[in-house]
């Protein structure tokens, strides 16, 4: 292995900020996002990420030099590779965002930070189906819709955060056991989606729909003017 060079000074710090413009231009790209989803799952070169994704390397390439110029991914390593080097990347450590900040990001970053949730969470859940990983007796999946007035919705997103605070114990408590007896069986990756939103029924109209104001009649066409 060769030793990590120096980041060029061309490079950019990791965004920090959810309403960072490199991080919505970094998730404006759909092929961006899915190698930016491998890359924080494992340390990988562009020639495995094109290989993983069965597409072209010339364009994964661009789209990694594009992701490590904008700071969401950074050089590890490079190794020798058939006379070349080949570059290994790593993606930064994602945006923290708080209920604050989130309330106060624009609509374009919040829309193209979901554009880029939603695409992951539908290609995780897609290879799972694909590979098995709802075929356990205990697996579960709830799609549910409940009224709820504020007091009902503020409870409903402290549950939610009471959970992942769960969720985290549960996952530090099995690292421990793992740790002690790593070759044990039933050590498997859990996926978990929690999702809180205000839903918009099927059964409803389109918004656009909705917001269309009724006409109060037919206007009439103004004739157009003669000429003299």
């Known amino acids: 292995m060769v030793t990590r060079p120096e980041q060029s000074e061309t490079l950019m710090t990791a965004p920090t900020t959810l309403d960072d413009p490199r991080y919505i231009k970094a998730l404006s790209h759909p092929l961006r996002v899915r190698i930016l989803a491998i890359l924080e799952e494992r340390t990988a070169s562009p020639v495995q990420v094109a290989r993983l994704l069965e597409a072209n390397l010339g364009v ?6 594009t992701l490590e110029r904008l700071g969401l991914i950074k050089l590890v390593k490079e190794t020798p590779s058939r006379g070349a080097v080949e570059h290994h990347y790593r993606a930064n450590k994602r945006p923290t ?3 604050e900040a989130w309330g106060k990001a624009p609509p374009i970053a919040k829309q193209a930070f979901l554009s880029s949730f939603l695409q992951q969470v539908s ?14 007796p205990d697996a579960h ?5 409940a009224k709820l007035d504020q007091i009902g919705w503020s ?13 985290d114990a549960i996952e530090q408590e099995a690292a421990e056991r793992i740790a002690a007896d ?3 069986e039933g050590v498997v990756d859990a996926g978990l989606v929690i999702m809180l939103f205000e839903a918009s029924r099927l059964s409803s109209p389109p918004a656009a729909e909705r917001r269309r104001p009724k006409a109060r009649g037919r206007a009439k066409a103004k004739a157009p003017a003669r000429g003299k």
């Open 60 to 65: 994964v390439s661009y789209h990694v030099r």
């Open 97 to 99: 965002i708080s209920d």
């Open 123 to 136: 290609v995780y859940t897609d290879a799972a189906a694909a590979a098995g990983g709802f075929d356990r």
């Open 141 to 145: 999946f709830t799609r549910t819709v």
């Open 155 to 167: 409870r409903l997103a402290k549950a939610c955060e009471d959970l992942l605070g769960e969720i």
């Open 182 to 184: 790593p070759h044990a």
